[in-house]
């Protein structure tokens, strides 16, 4: 059920923080980290001057929200990368990641080529303090590098790549979904849940935006050095627009995967729907919606790209949907 005007509660450090006059989290669906903005209104208790955010640092800070059925209920556990203290306005604004900045700023120091994925992910949890909620895979990923020459082994034993990276890799070679909620790491099988209905008298804005000159064609062009021989793969429809993608050593099997999955990625951007609604907790990124009430071919199927939830004192509880449309 949507929550008008929530009652909000932040932690930070384990402290009860007073003030809040506005929350913004913006949770995405791309392998990226979930952000975070909050504004509090500075010395709303006598501990929380100007003192108290100055000398803070690197904290932890926990966002909850008010359900009225289950009592508070976590909007965002992060990492506070930056403070800003306006002595004008007397607020403070901070804001940050959620935790899966302390894998993103962690550079790999190891090579994992002897481990499972989900040997490796529960590895990294562990290691920062995360719960590992975790499907277990079997391959050990030195054999996937073996088997698959053309792949990339960025990131898997160089400094200059971090262990995200490292977990983003391993969760697209396993087809995984990865996020980090809470304080739990989630490196799960992707299953589609039944879609969620969002009808057009729901939204307080709808917009769809329709792109009609993508290409209808993707064709991918190799030079396999192991067999000695060039290769064409294609997908899509074969009058319309094209487009040609070429990569080294692909077996024909990896070509055709990689024509299918690219032509899937351009189809997704033919129809973007951004609405925005009453704010709830329920909806993540890769849900489904499904549209109904434009009485139109719109009335589809949209894969959640981003959320973007704010509270405020003016506006109450809201939030956007940025979605794209999933090929029929």
């Not at 909850?64 to 403070?92: C, H, P, R, W």
């Not at 959640?304 to 004192?313: F, N």
């Amino acid at each position: 059920m949507p929550i008008s005007f929530p009652q909000v509660r932040v932690t930070i450090n384990g402290m009860n923080v007073q003030g809040v006059t506005g929350i913004m989290v913006e949770q995405t669906g791309y392998y990226a980290a979930d952000r975070f903005a909050i504004e509090l209104a500075m010395g709303a208790a006598p501990l929380f001057d100007a003192g108290y955010y100055s000398e803070l640092g690197l904290a932890e800070i926990i966002i909850e929200v008010a359900n009225y059925q289950a009592g508070f209920v976590g909007l965002m556990t992060g990492q506070i990368d930056n403070i800003k203290i306006d002595f004008a306005s007397n607020l403070v604004s901070l804001s940050g990641r959620d935790l899966s900045a302390r894998l993103i700023d962690a550079e790999i120091s190891e090579t994992f080529v002897n481990q499972t994925s989900s040997q490796i992910a529960g590895t990294l949890a562990v290691r920062h303090g995360l719960t590992p909620n975790v499907t277990a895979t079997s391959t050990p990923i030195g054999q996937y590098y073996e088997l698959d020459h053309a792949r990339s082994v960025l990131g898997l034993n160089s400094r200059s790549g971090s262990e995200w990276d490292l977990m983003v890799q391993l969760a697209q070679l396993e087809n995984f979904s990865l996020s980090i909620v809470g304080e739990t790491l989630n490196f799960l099988n992707q299953v589609l849940q039944q879609p969620t209905l969002l009808n057009v008298q729901d939204c307080m804005e709808l917009s769809i935006d329709l792109a009609t000159t993508l290409p209808t064609t993707t064709i991918v062009k190799s030079w396999n050095t192991r067999n000695k021989a060039a290769l064409t793969q294609s997908a899509g429809a074969v009058s319309g627009g094209k487009t040609t993608l070429i990569k080294p050593n692909l077996t024909t099997e990896q070509a055709q995967l990689i024509a299918s999955n690219h032509l899937m990625a351009l189809t997704a951007h033919s129809g973007i729907m951004t609405a925005k609604i009453p704010g709830e907790l329920e909806l993540l990124p890769a849900a489904r919606i499904l549209l109904a009430g434009t009485e139109s071919s719109l009335d589809q199927i949209y894969m959640t790209d981003s959320i973007v939830r704010r509270i405020s004192v003016a506006d109450g509880f809201t939030q956007m949907i940025r979605a794209h449309a999933v090929p029929g």
